[in-house]
């Protein structure tokens, strides 16, 4: 599995996507959609029109690989579909994974270039 890491990226395909779609199809999307290289070793995240399944494509140095999770309840908060291009870092996918909405969520100022 990956490891959520500093350098690790995480593009969101904002529009729905039919999730009957393989490693193939969901590659060509990371293309086509998202206007990156499904082979870079970053995660693609895709999901459907409900909002309620997601799955994340990494490319693993010899294949890819598919996760896909499906809430029983509920949805996933997700961005707006007039947003051109999403990207998350590891840490606010685990969270939008773990239910916890982006928005209502705010990040404190730990560190300002401003005070050296």
């Given at each position: 599995m990956f490891g959520i890491s500093a350098t690790l990226r995480v593009f969101?395909?904002?529009s729905p996507t039919?999730?009957?779609n393989g490693y193939?199809?969901?590659?060509?999307?990371?293309?086509?959609?998202?206007?990156q290289d499904p082979l870079s070793?970053?995660?693609?995240?895709?999901?459907?029109?409900?909002?309620?399944?997601?799955k994340i494509l990494y490319w693993d140095l010899d294949g890819y690989v598919v996760w896909m999770k499906r809430l029983e309840k509920g949805?996933?908060?997700?961005?707006?579909?007039g947003e051109k291009q999403v990207e998350w870092n590891g840490v606010e996918l685990t969270t939008v994974l773990g239910g916890i909405d982006l928005k209502q969520t705010?990040?404190?100022?730990?560190?300002s270039l401003e005070s050296q």
């Amino acid at each position: 599995m990956f490891g959520i890491s500093a350098t690790l990226r995480v593009f969101v395909a904002v529009s729905p996507t039919d999730l009957r779609n393989g490693y193939d199809g969901l590659a060509r999307l990371a293309r086509e959609v998202i206007n990156q290289d499904p082979l870079s070793g970053h995660l693609f995240v895709f999901s459907n029109r409900k909002h309620d399944r997601v799955k994340i494509l990494y490319w693993d140095l010899d294949g890819y690989v598919v996760w896909m999770k499906r809430l029983e309840k509920g949805t996933f908060r997700w961005p707006k579909i007039g947003e051109k291009q999403v990207e998350w870092n590891g840490v606010e996918l685990t969270t939008v994974l773990g239910g916890i909405d982006l928005k209502q969520t705010k990040r404190r100022l730990r560190y300002s270039l401003e005070s050296q």
